[in-house]
Nanobody, 127 residues
């Protein structure tokens, strides 16, 4: 079993920054995918950034490229998301997710049915 616990959410003004962290515990392997997803009210959940754990390749949604950075620490089993220049449209519940299998780095971003999910942390950006 795997547990994912997110932290670091909050409320900021547009242009501000936040750093989200995800602590993973349980049966964690150095393969598969981990990622950050978000869901705004009335919208579908979308992938924000993912990492292909074997090669540490990262992928980002177009809407966050250049503003967000995902990083993993395999020794600590943590996954961070550094967010800069936040915009009101970034407002959402952010979830950390882990998948044991992975075909390639781009698949990690396209895949939606990750096996494990955290409870989420709220990010609110005001204009």
């Amino acid at each position: 079993q795997v547990q994912l616990v997110e932290s670091g959410g909050g409320s900021v003004q547009a242009g501000g920054s936040l750093r989200l962290s995800c602590a993973a515990s349980g049966y964690i392997y150095s393969s598969g995918c981990m990622g950050w997803f978000r869901q705004a009210p009335g919208k579908e959940r979308e992938a924000v950034a993912t990492v292909y754990r074997s090669g540490a390749s990262t992928y980002y949604a177009d809407s966050v490229k250049g503003r967000f950075t995902i990083s993993q620490d395999n020794a600590k089993n943590t996954l961070d998301l550094q967010m800069f220049n936040l915009k009101p449209e970034d407002t959402a519940m952010y979830y950390c997710a882990l998948e044991y299998i992975a075909y390639d780095a781009s698949w990690c971003l396209r895949h939606r049915d990750y096996k494990y999910w955290g409870q989420g942390t709220q990010v609110t950006v005001s204009s």
